[in-house]
């Protein structure tokens, strides 16, 4: 994610630092995730809907739906907590970002 930090807390468990702004494209995974809100606020969207999440608040994203966040506060903290591990690690390890999407089945 642009302008984001990504830290591993446990297996299928990230923390998530973000600044104010849209993240990425509205994308789908072929994996279920939760976000739960820690820090600051974010709308998510999800399908055609938009949840607005604060501190202790969270969302959960149904495999092949499409979603994506955008950070309302100036910083927002949550946890990212899915099947999202080989995604990030393939992400940082300077492969190209076609390739990684097309390896873990997401589509923008």
Same mark, same amino acid.
């Given at each position: ?39 600051? /606020? ?60 097309? /390896? ?5």
């Amino acid at each position: 994610m642009p302008d984001a930090q990504i830290t591993v807390k446990a297996d299928d468990v990230f923390e998530v630092d973000a600044v104010r702004g849209a993240s990425v494209p509205p994308h789908a995974e072929p994996w279920t995730k939760t976000y739960y809100m820690l820090f600051g /606020r974010m709308g998510v969207l999800v399908g055609e809907e938009i949840y607005d999440l604060a501190p202790g608040s969270s969302v959960t994203i149904p495999a092949g739906a499409l979603n994506t966040f955008t950070v309302h506060s100036p910083t927002a903290k949550f946890l990212a907590i899915g099947a999202m591990g080989g995604f990030f690690r393939d992400a940082s390890s300077g492969m190209a970002l076609s390739d990684v999407l097309a /390896r873990h089945g997401i589509t923008l």
